[in-house]
């Protein structure tokens, strides 16, 4: 495993807060599936999350895993993240940034953005407002140890 790049502490009150201001209560399963996303910078899938839920808390369901994730990306704790026409994503990084999405191995990788939304060189009419910037960026790892192919392809 290679570094894990940062991502700002939220403290189980801060998680509370924001799910009760959507009037949601935090539950141990809650709290158990926002501490696996941010255990690990990979963007799993819903699939994958449920799966790493699963190890420590065996008796959770796929449908709370799945509720779960909702309710924290409705909360603005969690983004969903849709590279390709593959599942959907999800990432715990908040900061603006754009994804980039390696062809080979499928991974997803957070790239920081030099300054925030608006000092993105783009031209946003006055009458929208910017809420969050969605760039993904295709392309290759350049070192093949840090890039797990997935399969010799067929092509
Ligand atoms: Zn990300
Ligand atoms: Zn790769």
């Not at 700002?8 to 799910?19: G, I, T």
């Not at 969690?78 to 990432?91: G, L, M, P, S, Y």
């Not at 993105?120 to 290759?140: T, V």
Request: charged letters at 25%.
């Amino acid at each position: 495993m290679s570094e894990h790049s940062k991502v700002p502490s939220v403290e189980a009150s801060e998680l509370a807060k924001k799910l009760s201001e959507s009037g949601l209560r935090l539950t141990s399963q809650r709290e158990h599936v926002f501490h696996v996303l941010r255990a690990q910078t990979d963007h799993p899938t819903a699939d994958e999350v449920y799966l790493r839920t699963k190890a420590e808390m065996p008796e959770i369901s796929m449908a709370t895993v799945y509720n779960t994730l909702d309710a924290l990306v409705r909360c603005g704790l969690v983004k969903q993240v849709n590279v390709d026409r593959a599942a959907t994503r999800f990432c715990c990084n908040m900061e603006d940034h754009c994804h980039f999405y390696c062809e080979e191995c499928g991974w997803v990788h957070d790239i920081e953005l030099s300054g925030g939304i608006r000092d993105f060189p783009i031209r946003m009419p006055r009458d929208l407002s910017a809420r969050q910037l969605d760039i993904s960026i295709r392309g290759a790892c350049r070192n093949p140890g840090d890039c797990n192919r997935k399969s010799a392809g067929s092509s």
